[in-house]
């Protein structure tokens, strides 16, 4: 296949750095911890696929997020996520440096260049402190994902926003005109940006035409619909950290958020476009932040990234199109039915050889199989499953057998989310043989592949309106999988009852009813389970149209398009 330019690479390239604390770029690069970090990979490849002049920036993280140990109780453990970045990125000689605690921290970067299906590429840069100019601590900096207190992330933060603009000019990138902060912690680029206004004269005396020119630059995504989520630090550290003259800045800016520097309301206050990552989240954002206007796109999934093979090989028979041009996907309506049961028999095939691989324990491939597996934290509520036993016991030996398999990891200070680990162990061991549960450890990229492509049902019971958006649904979906979920985030959009999956609980209430969601979780599971074990063409149709009615949209080819248009290019 040629690569062939589109229109906008031609009449007005809008450049665009993306910046992002995580980034999901490799199965085995542990840069990431959960769906921010995938998503941000997921846009990346996108803009690949798409030919959108973009570059990306994030941190190395040589110790990765961790790696994730439960014992046979479900009490996790973690241990460093340690690899070796140049086995997969290239070293670049490029210098760059910020200023932390008064003292210069030289970094350098190396590339990872993520390619499109038609031959375009987009460079990725990680940034690295261990070098031997730095001190041993500021060497640290780059080693570990959401590690460390609030001082060890705003030196990150530094890194990243400061450090990240830096870097760019270093690298002769100097016709950006859009940067994207994914998510606040990249909130400092706008200093920096503010700083070269000034040709180094520092930030006293920013003016409101400063403003505007770095306003004008800058695109902002929130993922977050709770405030408590919000990244933020006391103005003492941020004077200790950044320095006088730039605390100073940031006070005169709007950064400031009950007296405390708020990397949302920084970049908030310096964006020309700022948007939610579903049409829920936009409004739950427009009310926490009445003084700014906030859109929506909602997020997608790269489709080629999160389709299992055998899918592919379907894909490819009946729309060889769809790797281009996801939109492509709709027509998946006209493929046979058999065909769809066909591939995922192999994807399923491919899950419980994988599990077995993994934990030596066979489950059976004719047993209606529920998949749950994201980030290990309280509000996803993982544990609602198991809110009746005796009535899971019963929809199990009337109707068919059921198996239920679970992954996700919990952040090493996130008690909250450990506990619901242990309840899930506790429950698989009260279950025995009448419902199997596994709970695999180390939930990662590939592992995620597997889950939501191999299962016959996606589960999602978030506390509403925690979830953002939520994009593990959507790896399902692309596989035909359908969903059963409550409608929060994505699926209050991607929900057609009984034809994409079902919901649990009614979207007329913004907030959750957890008495009301417990029953309705229920009730779904009791109409679902009988309509998967009859052999009729209800269930396989489902499939069928959750793959091209959200399939066809839920991709990340939709939402660059969509940044495109909305935010990136402007006038
Ligand atoms: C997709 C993905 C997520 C996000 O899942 P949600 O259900 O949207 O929370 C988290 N972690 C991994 C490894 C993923 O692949």
Known sequence: MVSKPMPWTIVHPPTVAYFSMEVGLDPAMPTYSGGLGMLAGDSLRAAADLAIPTVGVTLLHRKGYFRQHLDAWGNQSESPAVWSPEEFLEPLPARASVTIEGRTVQIRAWRYIVHGVSGHTVPVYLLDTALPENSPWDQTLTDNLYGGDDHYRLCQEVILGLGGVAMLRALGHERIQTYHMNEGHSALLTLALLEERHEGRGLHNVTAADREAVHHRCVFTTHTPVPAGFDQFPMSLARQVLGEEPTDALQAVESLHD??????????????????????????????????????????????????????????????????????????????????????????????????????????????????????????????????????????????????????KAHPKDEGGKTLIRRIFQAAAALGDAVRVLYLEEYDMALGKYLCSGVDLWLNNPQKPDEASGTSGMKAALNGVPSLSVLDGWWVEGHVEGVTGWSIGDSSEPGSDPSKEIASLYDKIDLIVPMFYERSPVFPGVMRSTIALNGSFYNAQRMLFQYLENAYITD
Not at 317 to 336: F, M
Not at 355 to 360: A, C, H, L, N
Not at 386 to 391: A, E, G, I
């Open 259 to 408: 007296g405390v520097l708020n990397m949302t309301y920084l970049a908030l206050s310096f964006s020309r476009y700022i948007n939610g990552v579903s049409m829920r989240h936009e409004e739950v954002s427009q009310d926490m932040f009445p003084n700014y206007p906030i859109n929506s796109i909602t997020n997608g999934v790269h489709a080629v990234t999160w389709t299992a093979p055998a899918f592919q090989g379907l894909y490819d028979r009946h729309i060889p199109e769809w790797r281009h041009d996801n939109l492509y996907l709709r027509y998946a309506i006209g493929i046979p039915l058999d065909e769809i049961q066909q591939a995922h028999v192999e994807a399923k095939r491919e899950l419980l050889a994988e599990v077995e691989r993994r934990t030596g324990i066979r489950l059976a491939p004719e047993a209606m199989t529920i998949g749950f597996a994201r980030r290990a934290a309280a509000y996803k509520r993982a544990d609602m499953l198991f809110s009746d036993l005796d009535r899971l016991r019963r929809i199990a030996s009337q109707v068919g057998p059921l198996q239920v398999i679970y992954g996700g």
